[in-house]
């Protein structure tokens, strides 16, 4: 993919990424690749990588891990050394640079930038485990052994969290809805920039079929089991894309017209979103980019209403006019999909495939490429700052 040149204030400058953890190619992995080819001589630091999980632009690159790569198990069961993460962030030791640039959902945010240097850090949101989501992953029936374990360390995590808001210059958002959730928490502003879709590798299909599509990691947030429900209980086709721990229990819920298929090649994902009646997206996402591949390939989505969705998918009554995108239904309960999917079913004629496309070209990686490249040269021009706090 073309990009347009690094502008005068970032060349030359000495850059460092830092990301979570690299086990797949989801949205977060989506907007390092990004920033990966915006900076394609910067080296990346994580807590862990799991070799050939994510893309090859973004395994060609010098990859520094922390010493859970080591740990017993780490590869799949990363998740259960979550007490160790903020330790296992402070131990990555970053080269001499002028700007860190992290992309976080947990604990990136928190690396201790060299001396000198501008750390931006991009965020999707948030540590949902011990913030918003904690009861989507450690309340009644969630969680296993860890369920009785995190009350007594929730709180330490989260003084944690907030004291190393202090390692951070400037904070980037995925979307408003984060944006409100990092003002909150960490009584910080932030500018948005919404992540990338690559509207250019979908196209709509000249023929629709009779299913509907989730994409999704199979983790209790997503709430891909209202999506099963929903579709078993109506006798509707649903394809589930996707794996994750909630496979087995999702499985084991689903009707004869759900079918299961893991994670798929980005050609055949393409065909699938294509061929699709609508996209289901039943979770509360911070932003939320498989809704856009959707629209992209020209189909409609079917969203629960509250978080990043609802700022990239146009009801059907939208107030300024826009032409509709997508149907929303606006509680968590299988009879409130099932009533949207009848509702969309209804106005299907509404939803113009080329419309989709063009309101999703607005979110494509050139834009995204362009409001952070624009927004880095701008604040390393700027005098420097201390954000005070913990550093």
Known sequence: MSQSPIPPTLTGVRVVLVHDWLTGMRGGEKVLEALCRLFPQAPLYTLLHVPGSVSSLIEQRPIRTSFLQSMPLAAKRYRHYLPLFPQAVSSL????????????????????????????????????????????????????????????????????????????????????????????????????????????????????????????????????DLAIQACSQTKRRLVVVGSGPEEERLKAMAGPTVEFRGWVSDEHLAGLYARARAFLFPGEEDFGITPLESMASGRPVVAYAKGGALETVVGLDDPEGLPPTGVFFDRQEPEALAAALDQLEANLDRFAPQALAEHAAGFDTKVFTRKMRDFLAQTLAAPGVDPGGER
Request: charged residues 20%.
């Open 93 to 224: 030791k970053l080269p001499p640079c002028d700007l860190v640039l992290s992309t976080s959902h947990c604990v990136a945010k928190a690396v201790r930038p060299p001396q000198g240097a501008v750390h931006v850090s991009y965020l999707h949101t948030p540590m949902r485990y011990i913030w918003d989501m904690y009861a989507d992953y450690f309340g009644p029936g969630r969680g296993g052994a860890a369920r009785y374990v995190m009350p007594l360390l929730r709180g330490r995590l989260q003084r944690w969290d907030v004291d190393t808001c202090g390692r951070v210059h400037y904070f980037l958002a995925n979307s408003r809805h984060v944006a409100r959730r990092i003002e909150r928490h960490y009584q910080r502003q932030a500018q948005v920039i919404h992540p990338p879709v690559e509207a250019g590798r979908f196209a709509p299909a000249a023929k629709v079929e009779d299913y509907y599509l989730v994409v999704s990691a199979l983790v209790p947030y997503k709430r891909v």
